[in-house]
């Protein structure tokens, strides 16, 4: 038996270790399989040289649970390691044997290890640690290292008959739960489900049936329980695979789902290798929906699916998979590391979506129409946010108006540039975000001959601010922020059919009943338009509703309204002037309460009793 001390540079490398260097202690089973991989790929190229004689058989890399001797073992066929490789490899700690082998073959091989500390998270879960090993050159013998957390080692001969390494871990006190099967295949199924060499995990049963017809028997038989029965069909290529590929591997990634709209195809191979798939779901106008959907893989090893520095935020609400070698990673592979790839990859994957919905829209436009409140999330959010999205996207962005006509922005403008341009030479875009509520005044600006868009999602106050900004001379409006004849500002007057002492009368009796700080406006409008309208100025409403998105407090924003009497109206002009007393007041009243109705503000006792005082009429 030899001994010895582990070369590293400071005693104290296993207490970091255990407690700093990873961010997940689980991640320690992924390091140990990719290890595990890493040898028997080698084993595989070394074969397809002529290096590695004899037959390959069984690959097969074993996950072995011991919970009565508190043992977990990692097993492959793969490489294995003579004693003076084991002395090299294991006993030097962040020198990898990866990093030999790939500057050997590194045209020829896909070695997944390459961070040479893998190893040594075993030590986050093993009190003790044993690399039983048998490498696959001729005349060697078996070798087994044992290590108990210390910087000290012991080396030994032992019997082991077939080439490979059994990984021996100790599991101590505190990460039993590392022993429950549960918890194991849990984890399996986290990082090694899309491995290139099969991992077995224990058996499972099956039902096999056996004749046909009366004669069929169903029998139960033991089946090797392999993870990895799904291949990674991002590291296909894309002429190879059917939609229904596309579709099948979307539901083992997220089983239950509603099928995805459609796909992206990633493939790069310079200036970095990233492959991978991302899929469009189906939010039906929903904005605030679970992110973290886009799992990162290296070299087919799950890494994580906090892909934020990678993947634009506003795709984030995307699905799929990215699979990179070259995504810089600290030691624990959990944390992205932001250098110039990344930020190439991030470009990358934005230019690839702006070009796939540039090539909907082009290919199928009425398909892509029919799509558009499942889009519009990602391309305003991406408007929103990015700005080299921004320029490729005004020419597949649509705009949708309230009787279901869609256009694209530069359409838009020329419908309504004739009629919707004011005074200061900018096209008016008027919009509704609740047509039910806003009928009347959807009604009112039809009449005048103008269009109403339908903005009605929670992102559309930042969207048309983004187009306000970056357009020429384009303004929006809500439908209710003024009254018709305001919407689009002109330099035209109408005349009242009240002199200035009726117009004070009316003003007094209206801020009567709406009370004291309401601003009450008397202004001449035509017969035709309603008697009282409630108005909500633009910009005060804007910030309001952009500082409840934020989830800021509201309290310094009171709720802001206009009282916009109708001057010219009948029931103004003749039947409230010409009343007195309590008629005049109860008319004031109803038309107010009638205004707030139509704007659904009429609420609780005060909606009771006009309920109340309209039956009455009826009788």
Known sequence: MKKGNIAVQTENIFPIIKQFLYSDQEIFLRELISNAV????????????????????????????????????????????????????????????????????????????HFGLGFYSAFMVADKVEAVTKSFKEGSHGVTWACEGDPSYELSDNEKATRGTDIVLHISDDATDYLEESRIEELLNKYCKFLPIPIQFGTRKESVTEGEGDEAETTEVEVPNIINEHDP????????LTDEDYKEFYQVMYPFSAPPMFWIHLNIDYPFNLTGILYFPKLNNAFEVQKNKIQLYSNQVYVTDEVKEIVPE????????????????????????????????????????????????????????????????????????????????????LLKNVDGETFTLADYREKVDATQKDKHERTVMIYANDPASQDA??????????????????????????????????????IDSDTVDNLVQTDETKESVLNEEQITTVKDLFGAVAGEGKA???????????????????????????????????????????????????LVADKVLNTEGDNQNETVDYLYKLALLNQNMLKGKELTAFVEKSMGFLK
């Open 233 to 240: 069909i991002w590291k296909k290529s894309p002429s190879d």
């Open 314 to 397: 506003f795709l984030t609400m995307l699905h799929g998979v990215i699979d990179s070698p070259d995504i810089p990673l600290n030691v624990s592979r959990s944390y992205l590391q932001a250098d110039a790839n990344v930020k190439k990859i991030n470009s990358y994957i934005t230019k690839k979506v702006a070009d796939k919905l540039n090539e909907l829209f082009k290919k199928d436009r009425p398909s892509y129409e029919e799509k558009w409140n499942d889009l519009s999330v990602f391309v305003k959010y991406g408007m929103i946010s990015d700005e080299k999205f921004y320029e490729k996207a005004t020419k597949f962005v």
């Open 38 to 113: 890493d040898a028997t790929t080698k084993l595989k190229t070394l074969a397809l040289k002529g290096e590695a004689t004899g037959e390959l058989g069984d690959l097969t890399i074993e996950i072995i649970a011991d919970k009565e001797n508190k043992t977990l073992t990692i097993r492959d066929r793969g490489i294995g390691m003579t004693e003076e490789e084991v002395e090299k490899y294991l006993n030097q700690v962040a020198f990898s044997s990866a990093q030999d082998f790939l500057e050997k073959y590194k045209d020829e091989a896909n070695i997944i290890g």
């Open 520 to 570: 009450i406006e008397v202004k001449p409008l035509s017969p035709d338009d309603q008697p009282v309208q409630i108005v909500r100025p633009e910009f005060m409403r804007r910030m309001k509703e952009m500082q409840a998105m934020q989830g800021m407090d509201l309290g310094g924003f009171p709720d802001d309204y206009k009282v916009i009497v109708n001057a010219n109206h009948p």
């Open 441 to 478: 005044a959807i009604t009112a600006a039809k009449k005048q001959g103008y269009d109403v868009l339908l903005l009605d999602h929670i992102i559309d106050n930042h969207f048309l601010q983004t187009l306000e900004q970056k357009e020429d001379k384009v303004t929006f409006v809500r």
